[in-house]
Nanobody, 119 residues
């Protein structure tokens, strides 16, 4: 059974940084692309970033490009999202999800971790 568990969220001031982790179990991480998504209250879910199974290709939403970095450590079954220069509009619940490719459907999801950017 595929499981994904996010952690690392919290309250941070504007301009601050957080690193989210997504630990996976029940499958071989290097067979899957992993995406990070977020959903703010009253807004649609947005894909923030995705990393290919091999780790050699990544993509980002325009809203986070240059501030967020996705990476993976297959040996640790973990995907990370480093978030720098955080803004209040980054406040949301962040989820990780698995797919065979970044352009595909994401069928397995974690429970989410709350990120709040506020002074």
């Amino acid at each position: 059974q595929l499981q994904l568990v996010e952690s690392g969220g919290g309250l941070v001031q504007p301009g601050g940084s957080l690193r989210l982790s997504c630990v996976v179990s029940g499958f071989t991480l290097d067979s899957y692309a992993i995406g990070w998504f977020r959903q703010a209250p009253g807004k649609e879910r947005e894909r923030v970033s995705c990393i290919r199974s091999t780790g050699d290709s990544t993509n980002y939403a325009d809203s986070v490009k240059g501030r967020f970095t996705i990476s993976r450590d297959n040996a640790k079954n973990t995907v990370y999202l480093q978030m720098n220069s955080l803004k209040p509009e980054d406040t949301a619940i962040y989820y990780c999800a698995a797919s065979f490719i970044c352009a595909g459907g994401f069928g397995s999801w974690g429970q989410g971790t709350q990120v709040t950017v506020s002074s």
